[in-house]
T-cell receptor, first 115, second 113 residues
């Protein structure tokens, strides 16, 4: 079974600074995918970034990058140049090869960007 | 383009009443479909997923059931709601056979009183 752990229930960051949101995972699957989602106060879930376990390079999408350290089983999200609109809940998720149809989510991190 | 809709957006139901949340996906065929629940301030819990019409997999024993009467329609139901069923319910889809992400609907806020 897969397990996702996000140990930071809440984070603060100053506008225009970078912030790292932590995510560790546990799986016995030889291949898996890692995802990050943003959930604003409206409730919608917005896909941010994807990292495959066999991808050679860390994924990047605009101001979002995924710091993937396979040996440590961590997949931290880095947001550069934080904006006020980045204030939201952020969820790390994964799915494994043997449970390909199931996406498992962490408990989330509430990010607050201060002006 | 593909879109996903779920309704109603908000509902307040008394304990013991039935529930029906509906989700439809447009612009794709044979998607994987999911129901998640998010308790207040918590992560997402996978409730059900479906890989095809009439095929439902349940993740946790609970007071809810799901059905997929058509390829792009997914319904979450209960015969008698409990207080603990309150939460934010999200429908999601993922393209087969190996879409690399999962797309969510707008969500439904359920309050059982």
């Amino acid at each position: 079974a897969q397990k996702i752990t996000q140990t930071q229930p809440g984070m603060f960051v100053q506008e225009k600074e970078a912030v790292t949101l932590d995510c560790t995972y546990d799986t016995s699957d030889p291949s898996y995918g890692l995802f990050w989602y943003k959930q604003p106060s409206s409730g919608e879930m917005i896909f941010l970034i994807y990292q495959g376990s066999y991808d050679q390079q860390n994924a990047t999408e605009g101001r979002y990058s995924l710091n993937f350290q396979k040996a440590r089983k961590s997949a931290n999200l880095v947001i550069s140049a934080s904006q006020l609109g980045d204030s939201a809940m952020y969820f790390c998720a994964m799915r494994g090869l043997y449970n390909f149809n199931k996406f498992y989510f962490g408990s989330g991190t509430k990010l607050n960007v201060k002006p | 383009s593909q879109t996903i809709h779920q309704w109603p957006a908000t509902l307040v139901q008394p304990v013991g009443s039935p529930l029906s949340l509906e989700c439809t996906v447009e612009g794709t065929s044979n998607p994987n479909l999911y129901w998640y629940r998010q308790a207040a301030g918590r992560g997402l819990q996978l409730l059900f997923y479906s890989v095809g019409i009439g095929q439902i997999s349940s993740e946790v024993p609970q007071n809810l059931s799901a059905s997929r009467p058509q390829d792009r329609q997914f319904i979450l139901s209960s015969k008698k709601l409990l207080l603990s069923d309150s939460g934010f319910y999200l429908c999601a889809w993922n393209p087969q056979p190996s879409g690399n992400t999962i797309y969510f609907g707008e969500g439904s806020w359920l309050t059982v009183v």
